[in-house]
């Protein structure tokens, strides 16, 4: 088998492409992003559906009048509607990381889908703690269980640690 070289334009035009970060080598296959992305539209349309509900039991749950000035005067009195509103509140936040998976994947996004985030730009030390087994890539296992995961494993509870 012939190795692949790496092609050189002819010298003196040798000018590096700006605007173009290199990102490190792995991460899943083409036919897992496509399972993925698969998985993410199916979750999409999910989300949708189960917040047009909550929306919908949100504004039963006020009467006739969803005004500002309703909300200030009741607002703390309806435990249900706020309840409503808070998962409402939870399902946009997940639609919006569903949609940035998304856009990752169609190359919308500043990172390659599946590239650790907190883990793209500096490789953890080897013997780091912080540092998962497959970082900067987030691992297969971990994206089919969230697909529209933007951390690994290790990243993602320090941050959850962080916000506690
Ligand atoms: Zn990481």
Known sequence: MPSRREEKPPSGTATPRKGRRRFPRGGPTKDEVKKLR????????????????????????????????????????????????????????????IQRAIDKIDGKGDLPYALCENCADEQPAEDSPERCGTCPWIPLGRLEAVPYARLCVVQQELEEEGQA
């Open 38 to 97: 698969e998985a993410l539209l199916v979750l999409r349309a999910s989300i949708l559906e189960s917040s047009r509900k909550l929306a919908d039991e949100a504004l039963k749950g006020s009467g006739q009048d969803f005004s500002v000035d309703h909300m200030a005067d009741h607002g703390t009195d309806n435990f249900e509607q706020d309840f409503s509103l808070s998962l409402l509140e939870g399902e946009t936040e997940l639609f919006r990381e």
